[in-house]
């Protein structure tokens, strides 16, 4: 029970990872706000987590607001008295290189990626501060440290994510807040398959046909992202802050 009694922000929770990471949590104990955008997705979850026991809530929230941001915080604290660990997931892939990228494109991926993460860190330390520390776990991804071809909008946004990161890292290590990231590669979630369906693929014999291209295997499943981030989040990396932690079963950005 590594997480008995702490206070989880869980953003992104009704999609391929989030929903793993709200389970993962709360069966080791985590008092869990479960954030999305997809408010019917997380009403269609919460009955199998209230079955098992957990201590879920949740929070509709569009991470393109401040305002949604900063409620969000402040519904953890009200519901559970603070927020011990925040769990920045939520994330968007506009895919394109520059001339294929509008400015709704650019300006959600950076909404959604980056300026929401900082919102919602910049309302959540101070509670953390108050309660003698803190864990923040930032979803990037190796494409934010090593850009991957046409997808120029959330490379930038994940890069950017991976720097404040390591600033944040820094700055509130003396107040026992360990702010880290884990870069995964490709996960099997909907934000690939999606992907493969607009392009006409079967997410199936693509995914399958993907997990030729990596040295372990196969691509990643969400567990395997999940665990990592329970770990940072946890005592046992109690030394790790400012930490990028590539997921990534060897495959590199470019072979
Ligand atoms: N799947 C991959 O291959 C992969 C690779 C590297 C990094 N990542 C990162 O992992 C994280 C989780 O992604 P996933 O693969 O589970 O994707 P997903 O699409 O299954 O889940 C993302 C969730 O974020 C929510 N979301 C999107 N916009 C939002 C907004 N404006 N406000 C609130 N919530 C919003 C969505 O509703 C969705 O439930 C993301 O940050 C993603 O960039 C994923």
Redesign the pocket.
Known sequence: MRFENKQVII??A?????QVLVGLFASEGAKVVAA???YE?LQNLLPSWQTKGYEVTIEA????HKADCEALVQACVDTYGGVDILLN?????PRGNILETTDDMWFSAMN??LNAVFFLCRAAIPHMQAAGGGAIVN?S?VWGTEPGPNHVAYCTAKGALACLTRNLGVDHAPDNIRVNAVC????N????RTGFERRGLDPDEAVAQLNQSVPIGRIAE?EDIADVIAFLASDAARYMCGALVPVTGAKPVYG
């Open positions: 953003t992104g009704a999609g391929g990872i989030g999305d955008y997809h997705g929230c569009d991470l393109n997931n939520a994330g968007i892939i959604v990626n979803t991804s995964p590669n490709e996960v979630t909907p934000m690939i969400p």
